[in-house]
């Protein structure tokens, strides 16, 4: 499907468009901790208006935007933190693209994703380059000592009994083992989440007000390629093997199809609770619910692995598109 262009106004210029969508790239940086969280969402203007002003006023708006945030990230100090967070704005130029053509989410996600690793891959070689250290490395140490501090901030908290701060260390030792072994999973899955969430909030912003406008159909509609389940059957076989490199590839399998099977999850519990009209409130406590809990993850996991075979959305509401 493809995107709906709105012709520009005179309400609605290229300096307005400038000043909003350099607002929306400065967000990181001006928001106190907001790097982290908000620079994954950096597509989103990108796609907006590159959607609603079409390719060329968008295109103009975008790049304006980028150098009027890189200039106003120079005054403040912060042009190398914004200039990292910029690595996500050609997502948003993929996503415009995706959409134009009709792509599929599946297909888009996995470009993403891709495109992301590109680009990070590469900013780690300028890193090793100019640091003479290597990035991978560097991380895992980053990790280790945060694991470190976090243990030390607990047992010096207060007064705990001695068989917690046991429990506390033999955690802190396992995730010291565990964590570097499945670091490129978490890398991986990290990308596709970001993806995920930019095509599912693009979509949704797109679509407000204007259904036509959506690239996509709903959420709550999307389903991964069936192939996709023997990756996660070859990671559960690696796994139960006894040659330890083998089965740490299997784990990595595992995480990374588990996240893809957790996000399809989602889509089937948001069908289902639509189907049966629960009111949002209801819907958004449950929701809360399941991923507060220790096994709520596993839970829209296993019921997106059963989606496979079941086909909860097609056998309920036939007539629907696939998202």
């Not at 590109?118 to 250290?133: H, K, Y």
């Not at 709550?220 to 093997?241: F, H, Y």
């Amino acid at each position: 499907m493809a995107l709906v262009n709105d012709q520009p106004t005179a309400r609605w210029g290229l300096g307005l468009g400038t000043g909003v969508a350099a607002a929306c790239l400065l967000l990181p940086v001006l928001v106190p901790g907001g790097s982290g969280l908000l620079s994954p969402l950096l597509p989103l203007p990108v796609l907006f208006f590159l959607a609603r002003r079409g390719r060329q006023l968008g295109g103009a708006i975008v790049r304006n935007a980028v150098l009027v945030a890189l200039g106003v990230g120079a005054l403040l100090g912060s042009l190398a933190e914004l200039a990292v967070s910029f690595l996500f704005l050609p997502l948003g130029m993929l996503l415009y693209q995706a959409g134009q053509a009709g792509r599929s989410v599946s297909r888009t996600l996995f470009e993403g994703a891709l495109l992301l690793a590109v680009l990070w891959l590469a900013m780690a070689g300028v890193f090793a380059a100019a640091t003479g250290q290597n990035p991978y490395i560097r991380l895992l140490e980053v990790v280790d000592q945060e694991l470190e501090a976090g243990y030390t901030a607990f047992t010096e908290a207060g007064e705990l009994p001695p068989e917690m701060v046991a429990a506390m260390a033999q955690a802190r030792d396992r995730l010291q083992v565990v964590l570097p072994r499945l670091l490129p999973a978490i890398l991986a899955a990290s990308l596709l989440v970001t993806v995920f969430a930019n095509l599912v909030l693009g979509n949704w912003l797109l679509g407000r007000g204007q259904p036509a406008g959506a690239p996509w159909p709903p959420f709550t509609r999307w389903r991964l390629p069936e192939g996709l389940i023997w990756l996660l059957i070859a990671g559960g076989s690696l796994v139960i093997l006894p040659h330890p490199e083998l089965a740490t590839v299997g784990h990595n399998l595992l995480v990374v199809t588990g996240v893809l099977y957790f996000l399809q999850g989602l889509a089937v519990a948001g069908f289902l609770l639509g189907r049966w009209r629960l009111p949002r409130p209801v819907k958004i406590v449950i929701y809360l619910v399941l991923l507060v809990e220790a096994y709520g993850m596993l839970l829209f996991a296993a019921l997106g692995v059963i989606d496979v075979w079941a086909d909860f959305r097609n056998r309920s509401r036939p007539d629907q598109p696939a998202f």
